[in-house]
């Protein structure tokens, strides 16, 4: 192979490089020798004459206007005194022997026969002298011109004016600038050992002074322990103890804790340590301003304007910045790597009461979410990367938080959280205050707090305000740029300006500042709506020192008394003391309706605030009182006003702060949204893969360019500029792009997502999970009739509640919580219901000193309600205790679901047929409840008031089953079938009955018409499977479940169902796994039950949850995909929140995401097809014949096809119904592989056979490229030739049909043509390549430089000369204008190879090919992902 030596701007030798495997211009077509050839277009020399007189005619000086005089240099001037004549070649006047003139420049070019680039001077100058005349037009070269050389010593009449070569400078190394730099590195090395070792020398005993403690405090009391006094002024409880680092193990380290803990590691300052932290920010700087120097310095823009005027020459300015680029690069990548230790490196570390500064070191969780089997070499690099994570504790987060001091207590705010030291520990920690565990506890807790207590227990929790930091917009882009994103492209961009692509540059840098602009815009905007969600603060009225006084509500403190006003919004978790308040709690919950609190009893009942039996006393930050309402108990026992006289100044309604700040619900979904865990998608785990293979690509092209180019340093230069396509800079901005454009669309439907990388999720669902109550079905239950139950029998159904008896209609009345403020009734939807079906009023003016509430029936019968006991999930029933105003008894009333009601009422009250006529309502889609009545007679109402609620609910009897209808949404059933269609399983959780679950699952069709559902219940501690039509034992469930699954058919036959209780059978018996995916309802769930559900099913699919974000929050957030059908637009109860309350949000979720991932890996696919076109077909190619092609066709790619092209990619419209599959979501996965480099080696193909079919043209061999032959000096002009040309055409026709090629994928987007953006580009570059390609030279094809020429040359070839100013031709023929013919051949293989392209990619990836292939594989190795019935 000949070497070649390629040399950049400035360099003025002349380079030798050849094709590897062909001589240029050897052969013609026929194999006959070439011709030599003529070349024109060549500049003559100037002429030195001893007097102007022996001037040719042609180049004679002409005469001077008045007043000026003709100079040395063959000009005419006022003045001769200051002109420099060129024929002394800088030398002074007597250094010669005879002293000459020069002729004036001939401007005109000249022809060289038989042009030989070994002797092109003196053909040149032969040239020459035969147009002046001074040789015979007959002459041949080689005869004598009578023209001497240029010479000091020279007498003849004329001489031409070659100057001798200046003796190029040379850099010595040991300049003083030299050894600047010499004396800083050492220096700063000297510098960085001594602080070294004066650092380990003050840190031998660190290791025993760090500390690790829990991230969370504990907040439960035994109250075995604790005393009621305690329980009144709070009992102060850290978090567990922190553990002492043992002096046997002083190396722990921050890899080695356990989940939730942290290790502290104490800092103090130091001045040689702020020194030299101050030397590495300034050594950062300077490796960047040396790269720019060097940068300038080659434009000529450092010493006197001129080029090189620092380091000498071109060679040892090109070695000076590779070794800079290198070491610069290092220096940086190690900043970024250290960047959150760097500034505690320069601190010494000491014991933790004498730190200024505290670095808190903790795991980074990370939950990857995969699906099916991952490759070997997917799992040989994540295996490999888990271990480098670990080695090097890359898992580790470090932030350092600055001691502050109130008083004598020193404390640090970390992740909103405040720590304090505790000296006994020896640690920081965190506290919590419990108030109480019981009602009467917390009751007990009513005169509030006094300054002093509250001071302290502020100094404990910090202040009740969540502070969330958003940078300005100048610090937020320094941060987005300081990443290795970033770095990388910041480094390119340094070769590409000194390489002189500046223009390129220039362009590739506005594009990524651009980017980094919009990105950081969006980022900031999230974080100021999290600011302004966090940062909540207002006044209120708070009990301190016993008198009411007005405080910032960021001066809380658990254990603060508040008064309630309506429209408050509520800054803290607190439980009501006194009065009813009812809250809007849609903004945490996402539930719409208002939700009615109500005040503690003075009963030793447990108070969990995390209980749902205790929700209904507690009030939760973030939520809005709507309407509060003062207690007028009286004496009555079940609240406050027992405790203190009723003061008319007295607020009538309180609440009790238990908690605030971070320890709040939500404080704790703030600390969520602040600090996410890392979620890693497959195309997470595989774009490690990607970047390592692109990365090996860009070394492999890397070499191959070093190994063409010559193996020296210009082709250190070309090698990283394919390295730069082989990883573009854009790639990792492609792969969230998709999901920002289908969050935006997704927000356009009322679809709202906080967690952006879970879109891409949403494409990969297999198994929807719903909610029943105000999902599938309405929110509102519509009373439908009471079936009275007498002496053990049923009556009829009766919907007119008139013709009930007087006890059933008291019951209907009085047995709910539902409470009417301002004419409104508010609560329990279902409670709502069924007093508004009763009739009856709830009088304002109550009566009766033990009375809740007054109820008045139409016929004016009273009513009072004296207890009661709200609706406990675990109980799954309420009760009442009312008194009848006209008979004085005492009645109570228990409420609930009918299985419950069934075990606590009176045996001989149970009719026989009770489970079948429940069970047969329940068919029919009734929400069944029963009703238990009891009559205690007439009795002290204090004694009631005193009365367990167990002994109060004992005996009672069966009176009714109160019915209630749930109508399913309207869409509903069109939903569940476009989910099945979608190849996504839909499920059901829900808190209702197994039977009415599964009258709903039929009629929205989840189950089909024709199937059997086999229920899973709990009799006498084992599992029973009955047939739901036929009450039938069924079993062996297991032989069921196989004749169906031989049946091979999509919908199931036999459809399963388990409540809670079986549910929880078959987790102990381990048998809920085997049988999870055949289970289609699951009934009577608790809310942990539903988190339970979700987690299992997320072992085996990937999992969405569909609710109304009431009692399934839990499981909306456990789920891999949340979606709440709530109103509240900034919902953070799950990922995504609907304010459409329908279920074809799912399915609208669903089309998003998958259209979303379908993009993510075309614009994936197309910057990896832009790496093997650019670096492997383009780069490799020009090298091999020593071309490089035009500049504006760089600036075309790079700066804006790729960025345009990638934006219309994303545009792609969604395809209108879901598909029966799900895109890949695999970037290395063989789908994705198959078309990258199909289309690759299609690319290849035609590219190498347009190049064979212009080495078949006659025209064109003789003709070719001969780097020996022009000026390689101008390298931004080796594309003036046919090679560079038809590389140009092809390659842009490749790049650009690439974003049509995957813009395909019908299944998960719409059709081809609907995005319209990319089809409007797609046309607009494709008919400007197609102009460039076949037009006649014109003024903008000679921007491109192609088909065009010098305007002379483009004369005699019959064209039209473009008037647009261009560089003259660096090659011997002045032109690359190919003839029309062969323009439209290439034109044609161009359009050919692009639809072959396209035919690829729609028939055999994404069309019956494929799939055959697909069906093939599966059949033959079996399927990764795990089959079940839709």
């Known amino acids: 192979m000949v070497r070649y030596l390629v040399l950049v701007t400035g360099l003025a030798s002349v380079a030798y490089a050849f094709p590897a495997f062909n001589v240029p211009n050897s052969v013609n077509v026929d194999g006959d020798t070439c011709p030599v050839m003529d070349r024109s277009g060549l500049m003559c020399p100037v002429l030195c004459v001893r007097d102007f007189n022996n001037c040719p005619d042609l180049i004679q000086p002409s005469e001077c206007p008045a007043g000026e005089q003709l100079c040395d240099d063959g000009a005419c001037y006022d003045s001769c005194d200051d002109v420099e004549n060129p024929c002394l070649c800088g030398m002074s006047a007597s250094d010669f022997d005879v002293l000459y003139k020069a002729c004036p420049s001939y401007s005109t070019s000249v022809t060289v026969k038989q042009y030989n680039p070994s002797t092109k001077q003196e053909q040149i100058e032969f040239a020459c002298a035969q147009t002046w005349g001074l040789v015979s037009r007959n002459a041949t070269f080689g005869s004598d011109t009578s023209v001497a050389l240029w010479a000091t010593n020279e007498t003849a009449t004329t001489m031409w004016n070659e100057c001798p070569l200046a003796a190029e400078p040379k850099l010595s190394f040991t300049e003083t600038v030299c050894l600047a730099f010499y004396g800083i590195i050492g220096a700063e090395v000297l510098l960085y050992l001594l602080w070294h070792a004066y650092k380990s020398i003050r840190e031998r005993h660190a290791a025993q002074m760090r500390r690790v403690c829990s991230q969370l405090p504990k907040t439960q009391v035994s109250p075995s322990v604790a005393s009621d006094k305690q329980y009144e002024k709070g009992v102060v409880q850290s978090g567990p103890s922190s553990i002492d680092v043992p002096m046997s193990d002083a190396t722990v380290s921050a890899s080695q804790l356990p989940a939730g803990s942290m290790l502290l590691r104490g800092y103090k300052n130091d001045i040689a340590g702020l020194f030299m932290y101050g030397l590495t920010l300034l050594s950062t700087a300077g490796w960047i301003a040396l790269l720019m120097i060097i940068v300038l310095d080659y434009y000529g823009k450092v010493k006197g304007g001129v080029a090189y005027g620092l380091l000498a020459n071109s060679n040892d300015s090109m070695s000076v910045f590779i070794f800079v680029w290198h070491l610069a690069a290092i220096w940086l990548i190690a900043m970024l790597a250290c960047k959150r230790r760097l500034r505690n490196y320069f601190r010494i570390e000491c014991s933790l009461p004498q730190a200024r500064v505290v670095q808190v070191e903790e795991r980074q969780e990370e939950v990857i979410m995969t699906e099916g089997r991952q490759n070997r070499l997917t799992q040989l690099v994540t295996k490999a990367y888990n271990a480098v994570v670990l080695k090097f504790g890359l898992n580790i987060v470090a932030e350092s938080c600055a001691t502050q001091h109130i008083g004598d207590n020193q404390f ?13 520990a020896g640690s920081f920690e965190c506290h919590a205050f419990v108030l109480g565990e019981t009602h009467r506890s917390l009751l007990d807790c009513h005169n509030g707090l006094t300054s002093a207590e509250a001071d302290a227990r502020l100094t404990r929790v910090g202040e009740n305000f969540i502070r969330v930091y958003v940078p300005s917009f100048p610090v937020g882009l320094l941060q987005e740029l300081f990443s290795y994103t970033y770095l990388y492209q910041m480094m390119c961009l340094f070769v590409w300006f000194y390489f002189n692509y500046f223009k390129l540059a220039l362009v590739q840098l506005c594009v990524i500042l651009i980017s980094a602009f919009i990105k950081v815009f969006i980022r900031l905007r999230s974080e100021r709506r999290v600011k302004m969600l966090a940062e909540r603060r207002n006044q209120c009225r708070v009990r301190r020192n016993g008198v009411w006084v007005d405080l910032d509500t960021a001066d809380l403190v ?280 009763t009739g009856w009023r709830i009088e304002n003016n109550r009566e009766g000193a033990h009375s809740l509430d007054t109820l008045i029936a139409p016929d004016h019968r009273t009513v009072h309600v004296v207890r009661r006991f709200e609706f406990e999930h675990a109980r799954q029933s309420m009760s009442v205790a009312v008194q009848d105003a006209a008979t004085r008894h005492v009645h109570v009333f228990v409420k609930g679901s009918f299985e419950r009601i069934k075990k606590i009422a009176r045996v001989d009250s149970v009719p026989a047929d009770y489970d079948a006529v429940t069970a047969a309502w329940a068919k029919q889609g009734c929400y069944v409840l029963a009703l238990a009545h009891r009559d205690l007679g007439e009795m002290d109402l204090g004694s009631v008031s005193r009365m367990p609620r167990a002994q109060l609910e004992a005996g009672c009897s069966l009176v009714s089953l109160l019915l209630f209808r749930n109508t399913l949404k309207e869409d509903t059933p069109q939903a569940i079938a476009e989910l099945r269609g979608g190849d996504t399983r839909s499920v059901m959780v829900t808190g209702d009955t197994a039977l009415t679950a599964a009258y709903i699952a039929r009629e929205c069709g989840m189950v089909d018409a024709t199937a059997r559902v086999v229920l899973g219940t709990i009799e006498d501690d084992a599992l029973i499977w009955r047939d739901t039509a036929t009450d039938k034992v069924v079993d062996d469930i297991n032989a069921e479940i196989c004749a169906v699954t031989a049946q091979d058919s999509q919908v199931s036959q036999v459809e399963l169902a388990v409540t809670e209780a079986a549910f929880n059978w078959l987790i102990k018996s381990g048998q809920i796994r085997h049988l999870l995916l055949h289970i289609r309802i699951f009934a009577r769930m608790t809310p942990q039950g539903k988190i339970m559900c979700v987690n299992l099913h997320m072992e085996r699919a990937v999992t969405a949850m569909c609710g109304d974000g009431g009692n399934d929050t839990g499981a909306l957030r456990a789920a891999h995909v949340g979606i709440a059908l709530s109103e509240a637009e900034a919902s953070i109860v799950s990922p995504f ?19 979303g991932l379908a993009t993510t890996l075309a614009a994936y696919k197309f910057l990896v097809n832009y790496a093997v076109v650019m670096a492997l077909l383009l780069e490799v190619t020009q090298f091999y014949f020593s071309v490089i092609v035009p500049e504006a066709v760089w600036i075309m790619v790079d700066g804006f096809t790729t960025s345009i092209m990638i934006l219309s990619i994303t545009q792609a419209q969604t395809a209108k119904k879901l598909a029966p599959s799900r895109p890949t979501g695999q970037l290395i996965g063989a789908h994705t592989l198959a078309s990258i480099w199909g289309q690759a080696a299609i690319n290849i193909a035609f590219l190498y056979g347009s190049i064979g079919l212009l080495f078949a043209q006659s025209w064109f061999r003789c003709n070719e490229f001969d780097s020996s032959n022009i000026d390689t000096s101008l390298w931004w002009l080796l594309g003036d030739n046919y090679e560079a040309e038809v590389i140009s055409i092809v390659c842009l026709f490749q790049f650009i049909n690439a974003a049509g090629v995957y813009n395909f994928g019908y299944r998960y987007r719409r059709v081809w043509a609907t995005n319209y953006l990319l089809v409007l580009m797609y046309s607009a570059f494709l008919a400007v390549v197609s102009a460039i390609a076949l037009a006649d030279p014109n003024r903008f094809g000679c921007v491109f430089r192609i088909n065009c020429g010098n305007t002379q040359t483009v004369r005699d070839l019959g064209y039209s000369a473009s008037t647009v100013h261009i560089s003259e031709y660096n090659n011997p023929l002045g032109h690359n204008v190919m003839p029309r013919h062969f323009r439209w051949t290439l034109w044609a293989m161009c359009v050919v190879n692009a639809v072959v392209c396209l035919a690829y990619e729609k028939l055999v990836v994404l069309g019956p090919v494929g799939r055959r292939v697909k069906a093939w594989w599966a059949a033959k190795h079996g399927d990764s992902k795990i089959q079940f019935k839709l």
């Open 1137 to 1155: 929140s609907s304010a459409n309350p329908s279920i074809m949000s799912c399915v609208t979720l669903l089309r998003e995401g998958r259209a």
């Open 558 to 837: 658990p254990g603060d008394v508040v008064a309630v006003e309506a429209n408050m919004e509520v800054i803290c978790d607190g439980c009501v003391l006194r009065g009813e308040v009812v809250v809007d709690e849609s903004s945490l919950t996402g539930e719409a309706m208002p939700v009615r609190k109500l005040p503690l009893k003075n009963e030793a009942i447990a108070y969990d605030p995390q209980n749902s039996a205790s929700k209904a006393y507690s009030v939760y930050a973030g939520t809005r009182v709507l309407q509060c309402t003062g207690s007028s108990y009286g004496s009555a026992p079940t609240s406050l006003d027992t405790m203190v006289p009723v003061d008319s100044a007295e607020p009538q309604t309180q609440i009790l702060v238990l908690r605030t700040r971070t320890a709040t619900d939500k404080g704790k979904l703030i600390q969520r949204i602040l600090f996410p865990i890392r979620y890693s998608f497959v195309l997470d785990e595989q774009l490690r893969v990607s970047i390592l293979a692109l990365l090996a690509y860009g070394g492999v092209v890397f070499g191959l360019s070093i190994w063409l180019m010559g193996a020296d340093r210009t082709s250190w230069y070309y090698g990283l500029f394919v390295v730069s396509q082989a990883f573009p800079p854009l790639l990792p901005a492609a792969l969230v792009i998709g999901q920002s454009v289908a969050a935006d669309r997704l927000r356009r439907q009322q679809i709202f997502c906080i967690d952006l990388p879970r879109i891409n999720l949403c494409g990969k669902v297999r198994l929807m999970l719903f909610d029943k109550t105000g999902t599938l079905t309405h929110s509102g239950m519509q009373f439908y009739s009471v079936q009275e139950i007498a002496n053990t029998t049923f009556g009829d159904a009766e919907q007119n509640i008139e013709k009930l008896s007087d006890q059933i209609q008291i019951g209907l009345a009085s047995c709910h919580a539902a409470t009417e403020i301002d004419q409104q009734l508010i609560g329990n939807p279902v409670d709502v219901e069924q007093f508004q079906a």
């Open 412 to 424: 640090i705010e970390y992740r909103c959280t405040r720590y304090v030291f505790i000296e006994k």
